[in-house]
């Protein structure tokens, strides 16, 4: 009996497992043992009581989930920061617990309501005193770690719990004597498990894998150089043996069945106050400003998905709804992080839904940063997006041009008051010239984006929104675009073709080269293959050696696209051979008739490669930024290699049309956040045939109507 340590722990008289809120709970409604129960917790009961005081708080009845007193509130000295449990099933508790404390002398806090905290099952001190390891994702809220620290005067060292089954920081975690740690480290987000590994040095690090944490021998009480759990595997029972610690096993499995063992069956009353130390909590918080059609078009939802999935916590300060169909919708939102690392992460991404900060006087200038070295940006360069963006220089916002993905903002001609922001690759980057960093003042101009999903204001383009259509679907979709490339064409706009040889193969070349034919494309992007197959067709009726017409093999058909590119070799380029009288058909044919300008982007598999193919990487990617540049479409044909390319060269606002018949890639290239997409799961060929079949009923009916 050592009458230092004291804990409170309450009998398990109504214990049950009544309802779900953890997974452990699904499955063991009313499945745990009474009988068994009482003599697992009178056996836990005995051997703390053996090395320490124990007192009791009376059961209530209707309130199972009291047994686990870690729960009731976190206590620091002489004051108690009581509960706020997140599911209403425990929150009945909370007076009781309440209760008891100020029956025994404890400074009560209480946190505001709506801000859950879950007390030592979510909060546990370091053993040497020096700080307070506190969990959130699940059950605590990260706003609460802030009150924690003012009010019990503690550094507070936040970590994210990002698996369902370790929801209470107990769970995974546990403090020992000496500085030790004992915990399951996959439990954990990467910020959270560097945050440990910056804190306890790897000898004190004791990590258990997954068998044991579900046993819950994380869920351990530490009384001096004893370890008491659940169970502990042989190898757990050796790394605490070398480090100085005796387990003591007693089976808890009737609690386990509810989501706790002996850690959250107690709660240690007399922390005492062992060093000297700061309330000092890593949070850092911010005010952010979004605006438009935040719930139609979901743009709220993808905000906050991204706050909390990047390891932060939000309160919605103010929302105001958008009372018209038409009218658009506000929300102040409060965001915290654990640090500021991690703030400026969440800010970065926030930046691209348009997030501003609400109160302009508060909004300082982007951070600039000279080039050091050409062609590397400094080391926290803002990476751009595809949307229109903003810097703030002298107090002025500046637009970026040439907007991209992937990109650094690159500030030129800051001496002469009037200076230049352009988006530029990292290669790109020129001395003397200065690069955007940190995340202050830089804001994305985002279209106002309508309730279904098409930009407002456009009643061109009527696509369902982004998103991927199949089979029934297609024909409807293929009618827009016609309609859409019309309009396009005939007002003198820019559609950009980015291909692959699939297009030949699929039988898609003659509708191709109708469309270059016909006005529609004013620029074909692509690689080596689609020319050959292209060509080869046009010159032996076979692609790859397969005719075309008949669809069979021919023989000796393995050579033919060799011999296409050797024929090519021989006059030059595409249009020397065309000008020569020897390519009089098909795709690149009908590209150099009408003045159609193509690049070819070469790669490790070409064969040849043709003269036109450019095998020099950057300079191929120069070209087709160059072939993009004012584009009003992008139709992305069955080439998940180029169409990524194309993809990151392409600021939003343009649309972009993809079609494949792999559903997985036409995901990936409309998932752009933006939604200018649309994509289309088909075959490419059918596709074509029907766009072509579309745009000759267009005609017909304009035709009869002039
Ligand atoms: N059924 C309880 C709950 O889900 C178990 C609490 C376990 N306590 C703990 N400190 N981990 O809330």
């Known amino acids: ?28 409604i009313h499945k745990s043992s009474q009988e068994r129960a009482i003599e697992q917790w009178q056996s836990l009961y005995g051997i703390i009581k053996s090395r320490a005081r124990v007192d009791l708080v009376t059961p209530a009845k209707g309130w199972p989930d009291m047994v686990f007193t870690a729960n009731a509130g976190l206590v620091l000295d002489k004051t108690v920061v009581l509960s706020r449990f997140f599911h209403k099933e425990r929150q ?14 404890f400074t009560v806090k209480e946190l505001p309501k709506e801000l859950p905290f879950e007390g030592a099952g979510d909060a546990l001190l370091d053993r040497e005193g020096r700080w307070l390891w506190a969990g959130y994702g699940f059950r605590s809220e990260l706003d609460s770690h802030g009150y924690l620290a003012e009010w019990l005067d503690i550094e507070v060292l936040s970590l994210h719990l990002v698996d369902e089954r370790f929801y209470h920081l107990d769970t995974c975690f546990c403090p020992l004597e000496g500085g030790y740690l004992l915990y399951y480290p996959e439990a954990f987000d990467s910020y959270s498990n560097q945050l440990i590994e910056r804190r306890v040095p790897v000898e004190k690090r004791i990590t258990m894998g997954e068998a ?59 922390e005492p106050i062992l060093e000297d130390r700061q309330a000092k909590a890593g949070l850092e918080s911010r005010t952010i400003l979004l605006q438009g059609h935040l719930l139609d078009s979901g743009l709220i939802n993808r905000a906050l998905d991204t706050i909390v999935e990047g390891g932060g916590s939000f309160q919605v300060l103010n929302f105001q709804l958008g009372e018209q169909r038409q009218s658009t ?35 300082a200038d982007a951070q600039l940063e000279p080039v050091e070295m050409a062609g590397v940006a400094p080391d926290d360069f803002y990476v751009t997006t595809i949307y229109p963006t903003e810097v703030r220089l002298a107090g002025q916002w500046l637009r970026v041009e ?9 500030i030129s001609g800051l001496g002469s008051g009037a200076p230049i922001a352009r988006c530029k690759l990292l290669r790109d980057l020129e001395l003397g010239e200065s690069v955007v960093t940190g995340v202050e003042g830089i804001r994305t101009v985002r279209k106002v984006e309508a309730r279904d ?21 297609v024909e409807l979709m293929v009618e827009q675009i016609a309609w859409e490339l019309r309009q396009v064409r005939d007002r003198g706009g820019k559609t950009v073709v980015a291909a692959g040889p699939v297009t030949i193969h699929t039988g898609g070349g003659e509708h191709l080269a109708h469309l270059i ?37 021919v023989r000796g058909g393995h050579r033919h696209h060799l011999k296409t590119i050797n024929t090519i070799r021989r006059h030059g380029s595409i249009t020397q051979a065309v000008e020569a009288g020897i390519l009089t058909s098909g795709v690149m044919y009908e590209c150099v008739k009408n003045n159609v300008p193509f690049s070819l982007a070469g790669s490790i598999r070409d064969d040849g490669p043709l003269p036109d193919t450019i095998t020099d990487m950057v300079a ?51 998932d752009r956040g933006s939604l200018e997409s649309v994509g289309i799961v088909t075959d490419v060929g059918l596709f074509l045939s029907l766009l072509v079949q579309q745009l000759d009923r267009l005609t017909s009916r304009y035709q009869v109507s002039a």
Request: proline fraction near 4%; glycine fraction near 10%; aromatic fraction near 6%.
């Open 620 to 670: 191929a990617q120069q070209d087709y930024a160059r072939l993009i540049q004012g584009a009003d479409v992008v139709l992305m044909l069955s080439s998940m290699l180029h169409s990524i390319g194309v993809g990151n060269m392409t600021p939003s606002g343009v649309k972009l049309v993809c079609v494949d018949i792999n559903p997985a890639v036409v995901t990936k290239l409309t």
């Open 517 to 553: 034919r016909e006005g529609y494309v004013q620029a074909l992007l692509g690689g080596n293959a689609i020319a050959v197959h292209d060509m080869e067709q046009a010159m032996m009726g076979t692609s790859l050696g397969v005719d075309m017409k008949q669809g069979t093999s």
């Open 92 to 105: 009945g508790e909370e007076p009781y617990f309440k209760a008891w404390f100020e029956e025994n002398g």
């Open 212 to 270: 044991d944490a579900v046993n819950f021998s994380c869920n351990a009480v530490n009384i001096r150089d004893v370890v008491i759990m659940n169970k502990a595997s042989e190898e757990l029972r050796g790394k605490l043996a070398a480090a100085g610690f005796e387990v003591v096993e007693t089976p808890l499995t009737e609690f386990l069945k509810a989501g706790g063992a002996s850690k959250c069956l107690t709660l240690r009353v007399n």
């Open 402 to 410: 040439n907007q991209r993905m992937d990109g650094a903002i690159a």
């Open 1 to 28: 009996m050592n009458s230092e340590l004291r804990f409170l722990m309450c009998p398990p008289d109504h214990y049950d497992v009544d309802y779900v809120i953890n997974p452990w709970m699904e499955g063991n």
């Open 329 to 363: 919708s506000s929300a102040k939102i409060k965001v915290t992080a654990p640090s500021h690392e991690v703030m400026e992460e969440l800010m970065s991404q926030l930046i691209n839904f348009g997030a501003v900060n609400p109160e302009e006087s508060a909004i």
């Open 453 to 473: 999903g098409k930009p407002a204001g456009s009643q061109e383009f009527t696509f369902m929104g982004s998103g991927v259509s199949s089979e029934r679907r």
